[in-house]
């Protein structure tokens, strides 16, 4: 069966910069930069997309490509006899699931508040009413499963039309409209009183903010909103043909990504300097300050509206494109056909989602590590922790060692095309530097995490001495 192909450039750069769009640029890196002092975050942040994130992106695409298949089965293909590397493309499968799993209830949030805001329900509320609308929605099954439910079913819908018709072009206007909200809500934020003080938190570096744990957090932030390590950009790698160079494409849909998580911070933080909003908050800010944001804020009902169709349309980015990459794996597995596939694929993520859906509530009596934390942070904890990392490092390893695809191998595939070109003298970086830069990531991330109140495996060693 002759392989499904994307029908344009743009279309290419469009969907991977969808994939790697998501939560993590428009939940999770403004409140980080809230809480690791704005600019040195921002700063430290860039540096480490390009000496991580870029590398291991053209890694994951020239994979793909050169296989033309998925990441179940791009081993087999590249892979010597008698090697095992294929085992990862198991887990890779299984990692993207495990993401799914949580990822389709946070944007199920998302939608929820955009239907909030639209129908009017979240202006002119109290401030305890609005603050208490997040927690109010965690309570209740019926909300939880029910968006997490619609995430899914229009996911699979939308890939049932097929590669081009289907997950190419609903990405493609998607994408142009997240950009274009994107535009829109900046410079409304820039209108607000607190415009001055927010921007100057957010783009100047103060470099006295600039410790230990801004640098871990940069790094590991870099590594997380890109999904490098489960074979997410691998996949797209695999529906294009030679004509471009990877280097070229990855600076492309980096640029993109990188844009998207800046724009974010212009929105966010000018709104909160102006309402005085707690930079600092956390993982709330999206949802709690946000919304008490413009529930103050002359036509928050219209913006309010807008900002959370812009989170949607940035979260179902990623959704479509990480079920396109189960998808392509099942089907390759089972030979079955793309709605078929469609389908079982839809019950059974719907199926695997529902712990987490439901460990705000009814199993809220789970709790894996620290006080507070439930099955959504075990899940993330599996996936952003131990997954990505070590999965990119399988991706980087087997392509610059001689007992993996090699590094001429990877090169030359990386290089085919037109475009900017990998230059053959990094490769004393990419061979020796990257992987370790990548088992420091995933040797601090283990170290620091809280397994239990006031335990981390860190803490614990200290106290030995």
Same mark, same amino acid.
């Given at each position: 069966?002759?392989?499904?192909?994307?029908?344009?450039?743009?279309?290419?750069?469009?969907?991977?910069?969808?994939?790697?769009?998501?939560?993590?640029?428009?939940?999770?890196?403004?409140?980080?930069?809230?809480?690791?002092?704005?600019?040195?975050?921002?700063?430290?942040?860039?540096?480490?997309?390009?000496?991580?994130?870029?590398?291991?992106?053209?890694?994951?695409?020239?994979?793909?490509?050169?296989?033309?298949?998925?990441?179940?089965? &791009?081993?087999?293909?590249?892979?010597?006899?008698?090697?095992?590397?294929?085992?990862?493309?198991?887990?890779?499968?299984?990692?993207? &699931?495990?993401?799914?799993?949580?990822?389709?209830?946070?944007?199920?949030?998302?939608?929820?508040?955009?239907?909030?805001?639209?129908?009017?329900?979240?202006?002119?509320?109290?401030?305890?009413?609005?603050?208490?609308?997040?927690?109010?929605?965690?309570?209740?099954?019926?909300?939880?499963?029910?968006?997490?439910?619609?995430?899914?079913?229009?996911?699979?819908?939308?890939?049932?039309?097929? &590669?081009?018709?289907?997950?190419?072009?609903?990405?493609?206007?998607?994408?142009?409209?997240?950009?274009?909200?994107?535009?829109?809500?900046?410079?409304?934020?820039?209108?607000?009183?607190?415009?001055?003080?927010?921007?100057?938190?957010?783009?100047?570096?103060?470099?006295?903010?600039?410790?230990?744990?801004?640098?871990?957090?940069?790094?590991?932030?870099?590594?997380?909103?890109?999904?490098?390590?489960?074979?997410?950009?691998?996949?797209?790698?695999?529906?294009?043909?030679?004509?471009?160079?990877?280097?070229?494409?990855?600076?492309?849909?980096?640029?993109?990504?990188?844009?998207?998580?800046?724009?974010?911070?212009?929105?966010?933080?000018?709104?909160?300097?102006?309402?005085?909003?707690?930079?600092?908050?956390?993982?709330?800010?999206?949802?709690?300050?946000?919304?008490?944001?413009?529930?103050?804020?002359?036509?928050?009902?219209?913006?309010?509206?807008?900002?959370?169709?812009?989170?949607?349309?940035?979260?179902?980015?990623?959704?479509?494109?990480?079920?396109?990459?189960?998808?392509?794996?099942?089907?390759?597995?089972?030979?079955?056909?793309?709605?078929?596939?469609?389908?079982?694929?839809?019950?059974?993520?719907?199926?695997?989602?529902?712990?987490?859906?439901?460990?705000?509530?009814?199993?809220?009596?789970?709790?894996?590590?620290?006080?507070?934390?439930?099955?959504?942070?075990?899940?993330?904890?599996?996936?952003?922790?131990?997954?990505?990392?070590?999965?990119?490092?399988?991706?980087?390893?087997?392509?610059?060692?001689?007992?993996?695809?090699?590094?001429?191998?990877?090169?030359?595939?990386?290089?085919?095309?037109?475009?900017?070109?990998?230059?053959?003298?990094?490769?004393?970086?990419?061979?020796?530097?990257?992987? &370790?830069?990548?088992?420091?990531?995933?040797?601090?991330?283990?170290?620091?995490?809280?397994?239990?109140?006031?335990?981390?495996?860190?803490?614990?060693?200290?106290?030995?001495?």
């Amino acid at each position: 069966m002759e392989r499904e192909k994307l029908g344009s450039r743009l279309g290419f750069i469009l969907l991977s910069a969808g994939c790697a769009i998501g939560c993590g640029n428009v939940w999770k890196f403004p409140w980080m930069a809230g809480q690791y002092g704005g600019g040195a975050f921002v700063l430290i942040y860039l540096i480490f997309l390009l000496i991580l994130g870029l590398p291991v992106m053209v890694m994951e695409f020239s994979l793909g490509r050169a296989a033309q298949c998925s990441p179940i089965s &791009l081993y087999q293909k590249l892979e010597k006899p008698g090697q095992k590397w294929h085992w990862h493309g198991k887990v890779a499968l299984i990692a993207n &699931l495990l993401l799914m799993m949580f990822y389709t209830s946070v944007t199920g949030w998302i939608l929820y508040y955009f239907v909030q805001f639209l129908c009017g329900n979240m202006t002119g509320i109290s401030a305890e009413a609005s603050a208490n609308l997040f927690g109010n929605m965690l309570s209740d099954p019926i909300i939880m499963v029910g968006f997490m439910a619609i995430v899914v079913v229009v996911g699979f819908l939308i890939l049932s039309f097929g &590669l081009q018709k289907g997950v190419e072009g609903v990405t493609k206007y998607m994408m142009l409209a997240l950009l274009g909200l994107m535009v829109i809500l900046a410079i409304n934020s820039f209108t607000l009183d607190g415009a001055k003080e927010g921007l100057a938190f957010y783009l100047k570096p103060d470099l006295s903010k600039i410790n230990g744990s801004v640098i871990v957090g940069a790094m590991n932030q870099s590594f997380f909103t890109l999904s490098l390590g489960i074979g997410s950009m691998a996949i797209f790698g695999s529906y294009i043909g030679k004509e471009r160079s990877l280097m070229g494409e990855s600076l492309n849909i980096l640029g993109l990504d990188t844009f998207v998580a800046l724009m974010a911070g212009l929105i966010i933080f000018p709104a909160c300097f102006t309402f005085d909003v707690e930079v600092g908050a956390g993982p709330s800010l999206l949802f709690q300050a946000m919304a008490s944001v413009f529930n103050n804020m002359n036509g928050g009902r219209i913006w309010g509206s807008l900002f959370f169709l812009f989170m949607f349309f940035a979260a179902m980015s990623t959704i479509i494109a990480v079920f396109e990459n189960i998808l392509a794996m099942v089907c390759e597995i089972t030979g079955w056909k793309r709605v078929k596939g469609c389908i079982i694929c839809a019950i059974s993520v719907l199926i695997l989602s529902l712990p987490c859906a439901l460990g705000f509530n009814l199993l809220s009596k789970f709790v894996p590590f620290a006080s507070g934390s439930g099955v959504l942070d075990l899940e993330d904890f599996i996936v952003s922790n131990c997954c990505l990392p070590l999965g990119a490092l399988c991706y980087v390893l087997f392509c610059v060692t001689k007992k993996g695809w090699g590094f001429n191998n990877f090169l030359e595939e990386a290089n085919a095309g037109k475009g900017l070109k990998m230059p053959r003298w990094l490769k004393p970086y990419l061979t020796y530097v990257l992987p &370790l830069i990548i088992i420091i990531v995933f040797v601090i991330g283990i170290l620091t995490f809280p397994f239990a109140d006031n335990f981390t495996i860190l803490d614990w060693i200290k106290n030995l001495f």
